[in-house]
T-cell receptor, first 112, second 114 residues
Framework: KQEVTQIPAALSVPEGENLVLNCSFT??????LQWFRQDPGKGLTSLLLIQSSQREQTSGRLNASLDKSSGRSTLYIAASQPGDSATYLCAVRNQAGTALIFGKGTTLSVSS | DTAVSQTPKYLVTQMGNDKSIKCEQN?????MYWYKQDSKKFLKIMFSYNNKELIINETVPNRFSPKSPDKAHLNLHINSLELGDSAVYFC?????????????FGSGTRLTVV
């Protein structure tokens, strides 16, 4: 059974720092992996999707990498800003007909 | 706007009542989902429909009954509501057979049972 773990559970950094959020999964045979952002009391916003054949994806200051063999993904945020404060969720999909399985998230706080 | 839309956004009701949450997507996706986010913010799959056919049915009380009249709509009906049903319910959609298409989530329905 696929399990997704995110470390750390919470992270506080000063504005301008580069940071890395970690995600690990137990079954390396994944279909794809998706990173989301959730602001308090809000829905989920998709940040990046990495297909099983890809190693990384980039969008603006965000870069997500995928290493299926080790069961790991990282989300790199460059030059963090207070507006980046949110909970970041990692989720994996094992096969075409299965559902996304979520980690418990990393809550990021960026202070100005 | 292309999106996944859920109604209502907030729902406050008494124990024992029956309520429904509606979801619609205009993205042309063929698969829709209901997720529950508990008080600890953990998201867990409840149901999934592909082209009106139920394909995922996790261990959920029988009081929860999904219905998909067509591939663009997925509704959730809950009978005899209990305090423990209080949570945020999210609808989502995607293409079943494409690893290049991610999930799109609705903004959630916050259900409070009193």
């Amino acid at each position: 059974k696929q399990e997704v773990t995110q470390i750390p559970a919470a992270l506080s950094v000063p504005e301008g720092e580069n940071l890395v959020l970690n995600c690990s999964f137990t079954d390396s045979a994944i279909y794809n992996l998706q990173w989301f952002r959730q602001d308090p009391g809000k829905g989920l916003t998709s940040l990046l999707l990495i297909q099983s054949s890809q190693r990384e994806q980039t969008s603006g200051r965000l870069n997500a990498s995928l290493d299926k063999s080790s069961g790991r993904s990282t989300l790199y945020i460059a030059a963090s800003q207070p507006g980046d404060s949110a909970t970041y969720l990692c989720a994996v999909r094992n096969q075409a007909g299965t559902a996304l399985i979520f980690g418990k998230g990393t809550t990021l706080s960026v202070s100005s | 706007d292309t999106a996944v839309s859920q109604t209502p956004k907030y729902l406050v009701t008494q124990m024992g009542n029956d309520k429904s949450i509606k979801c619609e997507q205009n993205l042309g996706h063929d698969t829709m989902y209901w997720y529950k986010q508990d008080s600890k913010k953990f998201l867990k799959i409840m149901f999934s429909y592909n082209n009106k056919e139920l394909i995922i049915n996790e261990t959920v009380p029988n009081r929860f009954s999904p219905k998909s009249p067509d591939k663009a709509h997925l509704n959730l009906h809950i009978n005899s509501l209990e305090l423990g049903d209080s949570a945020v319910y999210f609808c989502a959609s995607t293409y079943l057979g494409s690893d290049g298409v991610g999930y799109t989530f609705g903004s959630g329905t916050r259900l409070t049972v009193v």
